[in-house]
Antibody
Framework: QVQLQESGPGLVKPSETLSLTCTVS??????????WGWIRQPPGKGLEWIGS???????YYNPSLKSRVTISVNTSKNQFSLNLNSVAAADTAVYYC???????????WGQGTLVTVSS | DIVMTQTPLSSPVTLGQPASISCRSS???????????LSWLQQRPGQPPRLLIY???NRFSGVPERFSGSGAGTDFTLKISRVEAEDVGVYYC?????????FGQGTKVEIK
């Protein structure tokens, strides 16, 4: 059974960098059939796709966040990571990591982690 | 960006009765490869989203048969044939035909 688990700070100061890691078990990130993505959900609101990465390092980012986002993969640890810089209060959200096939909605999601941007 | 518009935003339903959610996209979701990359997600309270339907009408692994999807082009529908208590939550349509992938605003299904 594929499982994903997000980890990282729950509180980030404005203008700083939000950094999260997703640890994958039950599957290898090197699995050539899938992409590994990040989606976020502000409290009480809808979903926003942030971006996705293939094990080779190819990335796809939401243009609305592209200038601030970096997604990377660490195949030796079976992890992938999200960095979002210059954060503001509007970046407060539950951040989910997920596995998906290209052009398919994610079939496997992490439980999500709430990140609050506040001084 | 493709805008996904769901109706209704809230749907009170009686247990055992059917429910239907509509999703309309601002552009056709037919990709140049001939596929339509429209999916439906369910989010129960306090839980991550769960994939129900992919490519308009295909049920994901483990999804009960009471869930079905239909539609084409810009108009799509999710139907629950007989609502059960565990179906309470918010339902989202989402498209992956064109980057960036976008979501509808969500439809809350609750029991009357």
């Amino acid at each position: 059974q594929v499982q994903l688990q997000e980890s990282g700070p729950g509180l980030v100061k404005p203008s700083e960098t939000l950094s999260l890691t997703c640890t994958v078990s039950g599957d290898s990130i090197n699995n050539s059939g899938y992409y590994w993505g990040w989606i976020r959900q502000p409290p009480g609101k809808g979903l926003e796709w942030i971006g996705s990465i293939y094990y080779s390092g190819s990335t796809y980012y939401n243009p609305s966040l592209k200038s601030r986002v970096t997604i990377s993969v660490n195949t030796s640890k079976n992890q992938f990571s999200l960095n979002l810089n210059s954060v503001a209060a509007a970046d407060t959200a539950v951040y989910y990591c997920a596995r998906h096939a290209f052009r398919f909605a994610p079939g496997y999601w992490g439980q999500g982690t709430l990140v609050t941007v506040s001084s | 960006d493709i805008v996904m518009t769901q109706t209704p935003l809230s749907s009170p339903v009686t247990l055992g009765q059917p429910a239907s959610i509509s999703c309309r996209s601002s552009q056709s979701l037919v990709h140049s490869d001939g596929n339509t990359y429209l999916s439906w997600l369910q989010q129960r309270p306090g839980q991550p989203p769960r994939l129900l339907i992919y490519k308009v009408s295909n049920r994901f692994s483990g999804v009960p048969e009471r869930f079905s999807g239909s539609g084409a082009g810009t108009d799509f529908t999710l139907k629950i044939s007989r609502v059960e208590a565990e179906d309470v939550g918010v339902y989202y349509c989402t498209q992956a035909t064109q980057f960036p992938w976008t979501f509808g605003q969500g439809t809350k299904v609750e029991i009357k």
